[in-house]
């Protein structure tokens, strides 16, 4: 019986691709009527809605679909382009995706001055201001509410899911009329003769992913040299130059939710006799089953460059506080965008959610002893990209120059000096004791 529905499903299959609908949907219906399978109940509806043109009976098939196999990704893209999240133009074949241009990109963005005196606005570290440098102008960011995580599915099936920036983006400057070029992986800068601070405006882009949310940077420069020079001694590290003073900017950072399940075969011991099982015949029983995974925000560098130090820092962010994102927040403040595309980044925290649960597997299933696992019906479901606050440096150390980063929200540092510095002297410190000392006193 099973073996009929498949040659059912098979010819509905083959009669919605040629476009001969009326014929498709006899098959499929034949099909949903016999089988009893999930799997072939969602490829069924799924094709019976690719065969009708009225939205809510092709809303019927998809959610049929969709009842059967939750995570059938092409009835979520159909039903995401019926819903109006997805235009049907965006879609792309992840295996053909279209060339990037040559050149530079025009970027849209937002020029942020004061509308009392003209002057810079710049976003205060303390979380929640904008304040003017000149007239001292207050403005409140207001709190919006949090912005939900976005749907993998449907990202994946644009570019904005498998795209990164590689062109340079030209500004042209509201204030002065001068055009200045931003590195293709900066989203915030300052005109290059007036000074202005802009935003990137993401949202409009066809082929990058905007920012979702964001931690706020917390302290100012001087508190984070402090929390620069208390490190270092702490640490006992002589710097061999002159260090320069910390620099704030943002780094991205994407979140995975990961769902579904891990198929396992295993084996287990069974008793003949229950009520004697210590003395009674015992047996090897094979065992196959799946056991269920539930990933919430799992955290990956969205960045290459810095990602050896900053996967350092991000357990140390209160990522419960992050905020959604509003351009005002990087106002006079750097920001980096991502250098690595969304659906590669996935794949990383596929397998890190895989390795997590394969190495728990063991004890959480108690008596059994896996043979075999299988990550084939685990799923990335949704994700997030968010903006984290950092204070950076380089540590002139063991004759080469070292990342430090400092957390813009915790003040927790990291670097990529292995364990402890060399000892020192006390009349031996010198260099940044001395340089930086100097400021804090002012």
């Not at 396992?264 to 065992?287: A, D």
């Not at 196959?288 to 955290?299: A, F, G, R, S, W």
């Not at 299988?374 to 540590?395: A, I």
Request: charged share 25%; aromatic share 8%; proline share 6%.
């Amino acid at each position: 019986m099973e073996d009929y529905s498949k040659n059912l499903l098979r010819s509905g299959i083959i009669e919605a691709k040629a476009g001969n609908r009326e014929s498709a949907r006899r098959y499929l219906d034949r099909a949903i009527y016999m089988t009893t399978s999930f799997d072939m109940l969602s490829e069924a509806w799924f094709w019976m809605s690719e065969c009708i043109d009225e939205p809510v009976e092709k809303r019927k098939a998809l959610e049929n679909c969709l009842s059967h196999d939750l995570r059938h990704a092409r009835a979520r893209r159909s039903l995401a382009i019926l819903d109006g999240k997805l235009k049907a133009d965006e879609v792309v074949n992840p295996d053909n995706l279209p060339a990037t241009s040559d050149g530079f990109r025009q970027a849209d963005a937002q020029r942020f001055m004061c509308p009392k005196c003209g002057g810079r606005m710049a976003f205060a570290p303390d979380g929640q201001t904008l304040v003017c440098e000149y007239c001292t102008r207050n403005q409140k960011v207001g709190m919006a509410q949090p912005a939900g995580e976005k749907d993998f599915i449907i990202a994946m099936a644009t570019s904005r899911g498998h795209g990164k920036p590689l062109q340079e983006q030209v500004f042209h400057c509201n204030g002065c009329g001068a055009e200045f070029i931003l590195p293709p992986d900066q989203i915030s800068a300052s005109c290059v003769y007036c000074d202005s601070p802009y935003v990137v405006s993401l949202e409009k882009t066809k082929d990058l992913l905007a920012p979702d949310g964001i931690i706020p940077h917390a302290f100012t420069q001087k508190h984070a040299i402090k929390l620069l020079v208390d490190w270092v001694e702490r640490n006992d590290i002589q710097p061999e130059k002159k260090v320069e003073l910390p620099r704030g900017l943002y780094l991205p950072l994407w979140t995975f939710d990961i769902g579904g399940v891990i198929d396992y075969t295993g084996e287990k011991v069974e008793y003949e006799n229950e009520l004697f099982s210590r003395h009674g015949q015992k047996k090897i029983v094979r065992v196959t089953n799946q056991y269920p995974v539930m990933v919430d925000d799992l955290p990956l560098p969205a960045s290459r460059k810095l990602s050896s130090v900053f996967v350092k820092l991000i357990g140390t962010f209160d990522r419960k506080s992050i905020q959604p994102y509003d351009p005002r927040f990087l106002a006079n403040w750097p920001a980096e965008i991502y250098d690595v595309p969304m659906a590669d980044a996935s794949l990383d925290a596929r397998s890190q959610a895989y390795a997590s649960y394969k190495e728990k597997l063991p004890s959480l299933l108690n008596d059994i002893t896996l043979v075999h696992t299988s990550s084939s019906n685990l799923v990335v479901e949704s994700f997030k990209l968010n903006l984290l606050p950092v204070w950076m440096t380089e540590l002139p150390f063991d004759g080469r120059e070292h990342l430090v980063l400092i957390n813009g929200q915790s003040g927790v540092v990291a670097s990529d000096i292995p364990n402890k510095g060399q000892k020192q002297e006390e009349s031996e410190k010198g260099g940044l004791m001395e340089f930086l000392a100097d400021l804090l006193k002012d």
